[in-house]
T-cell receptor, first 115, second 114 residues
């Protein structure tokens, strides 16, 4: 999973603040995925993006959450007005192409704690 | 909808014993199947993947998995467990209904006893 860079690795926010998580995909990858892992649970798909396009956001909560992957720069997962239930590990992943068999590589994760 | 079921949230084996982690999938089309490993406070590392080239897939660290269509299974095995294999293991599927994103199982935590 070397190459997918996420920052910050750890983030603490007070309830009501905003959290911004950044992800730089592996070199040459133009497809980015965001997953959330709650304590003691598996990974839940949130959103799939290509450059400047949201392809599948079926896993995104309807409110407070948004994601973008601009033409230049990293992908951003933004959580507005955070609540304690948003505390989780957020993983970004990337792949080179859009085929379902393409390997998806994961970053080290960003751990969000809401206090 | 595509889905994955991992039987057994916790598996404990002795060092040197066979490791068997179970995964059953549901997919409307021939799936792509993956096993990932996660060490504490780290991201996921790909162990192996099935993309229809061969039913027996060999991965890293001595792991392998066999795709059995008749049983809709993709169980992960390793002949001899090592202490360093202790981790969380996730089975995942993609490809059904045009879903390119991975759908993960709930994970199996492997403990290796000395």
């Amino acid at each position: 999973n070397a190459g997918v860079m996420q920052n910050p690795r750890h983030l603490v926010r007070r309830r009501g603040q905003e959290a911004r998580l950044r992800c730089s995909p592996m070199k040459g990858h133009s497809h980015v995925y965001w997953y959330r892992q709650l304590p003691e649970e598996g990974l839940k798909f949130m959103v799939y993006l290509q450059k400047e396009n949201i392809i599948d956001e079926s896993g995104m909560p309807k409110e407070r959450f948004s994601a973008e992957f601009p033409k230049e720069g990293p992908s951003i997962l933004r959580i507005q007005q955070v609540v304690r239930g948003d505390s989780a590990a957020y993983f970004c992943a990337s792949s080179v192409g859009q085929g379902s068999g393409n390997t998806i590589y994961f970053g080290e994760g960003s751990w969000l704690t809401v206090v | 909808a595509q889905s994955v079921t991992q039987l057994g949230s916790h598996v404990s084996v002795s060092e040197g014993a066979l490791v068997l982690l179970r995964c059953n999938y549901s997919s409307s089309v021939p799936p792509y199947l993956f096993w990932y490993v996660q060490y504490p406070n780290q991201g996921l590392q790909l162990l192996l993947k099935y993309t229809s080239a061969a039913t027996l897939v060999k991965g890293i660290n001595g792991f392998e998995a066999e795709f059995k269509k008749s049983e809709t299974s993709f169980h992960l095995t390793k002949p001899s467990a090592h202490m360093s294999d202790a981790a969380e293991y996730f089975c995942a599927v993609s490809g059904s209904e045009g879903r390119r994103a991975l759908t993960f199982g709930s994970g199996t935590r492997l403990q290796v006893q000395p």
